[in-house]
């Protein structure tokens, strides 16, 4: 079973960047895909971004598009996620998840078609 654990949460300032990491055990992740999620207080979960495995296709939401990025890690056992220009509204707990079914540019935000979560790690931007 692959385990997923996220970190570089922490306090940020508005307009300033952070950069999270999510890495697998005991198995790499070159083979699912691989999505961020985050969840506000008294919201519901979402997708932020999507890499694909087969293609290194990406997908964004749209609040994050052109300020976050998402890639691979330097090892194939991590993948990261790039925030830049971040807001007080993209504080979140921010989660990784891994599924090795499809996605497209319709589902990749699914919840449902993640199977592997981590537990999350907080992100608070505050000015």
């Known amino acids: 079973q692959v385990q997923l654990v996220e970190s570089g949460g922490g306090l940020a300032t508005p307009g300033s960047s952070l950069r999270l990491s999510c890495a697998a055990s005991?198995?790499?992740?070159?083979?699912?895909?691989v999505a961020w999620f985050r969840q506000a207080p008294g919201k519901e979960r979402e997708g932020v971004a999507c890499?694909?495995?087969?293609?290194?296709?990406?997908y964004y939401a749209d609040s994050v598009k052109g300020r976050f990025t998402i890639s691979r890690g330097n090892d194939p056992t991590t993948v990261t996620l790039q925030m830049s220009s971040l807001a007080p509204e993209d504080t979140a707990v921010y989660y990784c998840?891994?599924?090795?079914?499809?996605?497209?540019?319709?589902?990749?935000?699914?919840?449902?078609?993640?199977?592997?979560w981590g537990k999350g790690t907080q992100v608070t931007v505050f000015s």
């Open positions: 998840a891994a599924t090795s079914l499809s996605t497209d540019g319709h589902t990749w935000s699914r919840r449902g078609l993640y199977a592997l």
């Open positions: 005991p198995y790499t992740l070159n083979s699912y895909n």
């Open positions: 890499l694909e495995s087969n293609n290194g296709q990406r």
